[in-house]
């Protein structure tokens, strides 16, 4: 592992912060920038968004990578939520949590020996909440060129050490235009966020598992959580458990497809309950839709605490995963013909979801250029 800093940090708490995060979360070949861009202070608790900025760059290795030689999407998820949990730490100044995460496409792979240039800033503070938005880039190490490969919106929740939302004392302001510009699509996305926080007691306790669509495509796995899991607190990183996720949908829809299948996007995702430390965690995977190039996987986490026997919802996500042959096209997947009024019910539900996703894909993929040059912007001036 090769680490380079440059600068140094008068705040204890920050330099033990991020050094366990890049040491145990990011085991990659990584460059995080100026020093004083991970540790120093946002100097009178307010800052421009800017200010926030961080940047992580990840060469990507052959154990990074799907069997098509091209970065795993479980590994791209794992980035882009560990890079964005340091941004949101900084300016929480503590732990936090992923609470939401919006709609991710992966429009253009990262190939073996390119680097993943991970750069992520917080838009919005509210009371104890954090709106980030955090973009991957895929860079030729040779001429520094740099193509888009994926777009996050993300929302962190500052927690303190009994897990309970704690209030950010940080103001993050607009300082030109651009910010604004940022400020105000951050505002715009607050609803969503708003949205999981009225699931969330009505669904923690909907412990069913995921219907399948095609009999016998439904998987199930085990496994306990333990400290290697984590980050700052005795709870499972969420960016540990979407890599676990995204695998058990690579599985779910290898076996279906009996041939390669790479994830093309992870729909609006909430994360209704944490996961402690030696509880066991059950993920439950289902085929719910089936496309002509596509299919879709649904994946649900539920925590079990073995001695009390208490079962929570962690959170479930839709994974689309695309055929993709060696020449790295895509390709028909077996199709399926539903027979009783359960899978008709559930090609129906499929297809809205589709169909609400292709809508989404067409605003984000005329939105990727202008975060890119906003991205470039926030680099330049962020001191």
């Known amino acids: 592992m090769a680490l380079m800093f440059r600068g140094s940090t008068s705040t204890p708490l920050y330099r033990d912060m991020v050094y366990t995060i890049i040491v145990y979360r990011l085991p990659h070949s990584i460059i995080l920038g100026k020093?004083?861009?991970?540790?120093?202070?946002i100097e009178g608790r307010i800052c421009?968004?800017?200010?926030?900025?961080?940047?992580?760059?990840?060469t990507v290795l052959p154990r990074h990578a799907n069997p098509i030689n091209v970065l795993h999407g479980g590994v791209a998820l794992e980035w882009i939520v560990a890079t964005s949990n340091l941004a949101?730490?900084?300016?929480?100044?503590?732990?936090?949590?992923?609470?939401?995460?919006?709609?991710?496409?992966?429009?253009?792979?990262?190939?073996?020996?390119?680097?993943?240039?991970?750069?992520?800033?917080i838009e919005l503070v509210?009371?104890?909440?954090?709106?980030?938005?955090?973009?991957?880039?895929?860079?030729n190490p040779t001429t520094g060129k740099r193509r888009v490969t994926t777009l996050a919106h993300l929302t962190m929740v500052a927690v303190d050490r009994n897990l309970k939302p704690r209030k950010v004392q940080a103001i993050v302001k607009p300082s030109d235009s651009v910010e604004e510009m940022l400020f105000l699509d951050a505002m715009r996305r607050r609803s969503l966020g708003n949205r999981c926080r009225t699931k969330r007691k009505d669904v923690v306790h909907n412990i069913g598992k995921p219907r399948p669509l095609v009999p016998g495509m439904a998987l199930e796995s085990y496994r306990?959580?333990?400290?290697?899991?984590t980050v700052m607190l005795d709870v499972v990183d969420a960016s540990k458990l979407l890599y676990i996720m995204d695998e058990l949908a690579g599985i779910t829809g290898l076996r279906y497809v009996h041939d390669p299948v790479v994830t093309a996007s992870v729909d609006y995702t909430c994360f209704y309950s944490p996961i402690w430390v030696s509880e066991t965690i059950q993920f439950y995977s289902a085929l719910t839709?089936?496309?002509?190039?596509?299919?879709?996987?649904?994946?649900?986490?539920?925590?079990?605490?073995?001695?009390?026997?208490?079962?929570?919802?962690?959170?479930t996500a839709?994974?689309?995963?695309?055929?993709?042959?060696?020449?790295?096209r895509s390709r028909p997947v077996p199709q399926y013909k539903p027979s009783t009024d359960e899978e008709l019910e559930l090609v129906a539900e499929g297809e809205a979801r589709r169909r609400q996703r292709m809508k989404l894909l067409s605003s984000f993929t005329d939105r990727f250029g202008d975060y890119q040059r906003m991205a470039e912007w926030l680099r330049k001036h962020k001191g």
């Open 224 to 229: 306990f959580a333990y400290p290697e899991d």
């Open 126 to 139: 509210g009371e104890t909440s954090l709106s980030l938005t955090t973009l991957m880039e895929a860079e």
């Open 88 to 121: 949101a730490s900084r300016v929480a100044r503590g732990p936090v949590v992923l609470a939401s995460l919006d709609h991710v496409f992966f429009v253009s792979p990262v190939r073996i020996g390119e680097n993943s240039v991970v750069t992520s800033w």
């Open 318 to 328: 839709y994974f689309t995963l695309v055929h993709v042959g060696p020449d790295g």
């Open 48 to 58: 421009s968004i800017s200010k926030t900025v961080v940047e992580a760059i990840y």
């Open 289 to 315: 839709f089936v496309g002509k190039r596509s299919i879709e996987v649904t994946i649900k986490v539920v925590a079990r605490n073995e001695m009390t026997g208490e079962e929570r919802h962690i959170t």
């Open 35 to 41: 020093g004083k861009r991970l540790t120093a202070r």
